[in-house]
């Protein structure tokens, strides 16, 4: 028998390959899990070995590295109108619902603390 300990892939760098390759498993199950992603989609994980031998072929340098490729989130859409409020100042608003084609823009500038539909309007020229 002999007491050649042989190269072992679960046993590189006291276990650090594999706790890699947990993370990014874990990932990869989250991602699986997220009902935004597609369901069928293939994730993938990569494991990226770099052997550089040196110059007497004795040796070598062994670096690794885990990656995982994920699906990411489903492309959401929403339409916005756009308008000029009584300053002359461009506002959106998100459609919400409610009738099509109607929009509640508060001209006046003043705010109705008990509106909230006054919170989604965005000044485009202050969010630059």
């Known amino acids: 028998m002999s007491d050649i300990d042989y ?7 006291q276990g650090a390959l594999i706790e890699q390759f947990d993370v990014e498993f874990e990932k990869v199950l989250d991602n699986i899990a997220d009902p935004n992603t597609a369901a069928e989609k293939a994730r993938k994980i990569t494991i990226e070995f770099s052997i550089k031998p040196s110059s007497s072929r004795r040796t070598a340098n062994v670096s690794f590295q885990t990656k995982c490729t994920l699906i990411p989130a489903a492309k959401l859409k929403t339409e916005i109108a756009i308008g000029r409020d009584s300053d002359g100042k461009l506002v959106a608003e998100e459609f919400t619902g409610g009738i099509p084609g109607q929009m509640s823009i508060n001209l006046d500038g003043k705010t109705d603390e008990s509106d909230s539909e006054n919170d989604k309007v965005t000044r485009l020229n202050e969010a630059r």
């Open 7 to 13: 190269f072992n892939i679960a046993k590189m760098a």
